[in-house]
């Protein structure tokens, strides 16, 4: 039997289901929430107890919609994110196929490309899938509960980057309607979801105001506050890269980079695929976008800006998470260090 609360100005439904107790909150009404209530318990009996051979990809579908409805659409979004960074690698696998070498292989590659903070929450993210999979379909998942995030610093001497010669290539061959954006960000270092958020109140001279970001959501965008408190940051940009962005504006869209309708950011996806239709038929290394971040940190780093500076300007959330990634191109000097503790009086 299903019992109904108001909690604050949201509703919930608490009830028991194989055994266990249940609760699905958030509802701005009751009737919603006996929606909800109804939803699950007529999904439980037309499921299958437990689908043969479920691959990771549709351990993810069954999983977001079980939790639809239940959650914030904002949270929704931000769990989408990190589970499209896991499919890339593992959607294809048999979830019970999911051994202990497959994850470390799996943990190395992120290792690769997110920071260390990024790749736990991928982890713990599939956990949590598998969790609702076990529970729901009995699947036999232990490998991935029982694994332990491998521990790294996280130098990553074989991050790739674009030199400012090799970005010239690139920005020479874009298409003129997606070049401003992609020159902003190797110029900036700026997140992608940060420069397709941006609106024209941001920009004020040569500098711009970093205070929101556009989370990926097919078909959909939404635009809530920046990755951490760090990221909230005032840049200064070149004034070419202001004089650009301005050139390319589109008048009546209040988003610097708008999309086919004025009142919509440019889609991830669609910046995306000119990005691959672009690299494809060069002849450079190979990045991914946000590769044009950490090719805008090395270069500083490379030419001597600070540490904290660089630190400030990504809006990372510590100088660590800085160091983390990008420690091994600090100049490292030891005949300029033996030298001046030569003036050393013994």
């Given at each position: ?9 949201k ?16 509802f ?19 499921e ?5 051979r ?35 690698k ?33 982890i ?6 598998c ?46 309607k ?10 900036t ?8 958020a ?9 500098s ?107 809006g ?31």
């Open positions: 039997m299903a019992s109904y609360e108001k909690r604050g100005a509703w919930c439904v608490r009830f028991r289901a194989g055994g266990e107790n249940k609760r699905l909150s958030g701005a009404t009751k009737k919603a929430a006996e929606a909800a209530y109804i939803e699950y318990i007529n999904r439980k009996e037309t299958p107890e437990r689908p043969a479920m691959k990771v990809s549709e351990l993810t579908d069954k999983f977001f919609a079980y939790r639809e409805g239940t959650v914030k659409r904002s949270t929704q979004v931000s769990a989408r994110q990190l589970i499209d960074m896991l499919l890339e593992l959607g294809d696998y048999v979830v019970e196929d999911i051994s202990e070498d497959v994850l470390r292989e799996l943990d190395r590659k992120l290792m690769k490309r997110y920071t260390d903070a990024t790749r736990a929450q991928i713990a993210k599939l956990k949590t899938m969790r609702y999979g076990r529970k729901a379909y009995g699947l036999h998942v232990d490998a991935v509960l029982d694994y332990k995030v491998l521990r790294s610093q996280q130098i990553k001497e074989d991050l790739v980057v674009w030199t400012p010669e090799q970005y010239a290539v690139f920005s020479a061959a874009v298409p003129v997606y070049k401003a954006v992609f020159d902003l960000l190797y110029a270092g700026m997140r992608v979801g940060e420069a397709l941006l609106t024209w109140n941001d920009i004020r001279g040569n711009i105001r970093i205070n929101k970001t556009m989370s990926r959501a097919p078909g959909a965008f939404v635009i809530g506050p920046p990755k951490t408190m760090s990221s909230n940051r005032t840049i200064s940009v070149d004034p070419r890269i202001i004089a650009e962005i301005h050139a390319a504006r589109v008048p009546g869209s209040r988003f610097v980079f708008p999309g086919p309708g004025k009142d919509y950011p440019l889609a991830y996806y669609t910046l995306q695929g000119a990005w691959r239709q672009v690299t494809a038929k060069l002849d450079l290394p190979k990045i991914t976008i946000h590769g044009l971040r950490h090719s805008h940190a090395s270069w500083l780093i490379s030419n001597g800006v600070p540490i904290p500076a660089v630190s400030k300007r990504l990372h959330a510590n100088v660590a998470m800085t160091l983390n990634v990008y420690s091994h191109l600090l100049p490292q000097d030891d005949e300029m260090i033996t030298r001046l503790v030569s003036k050393i009086s013994f």
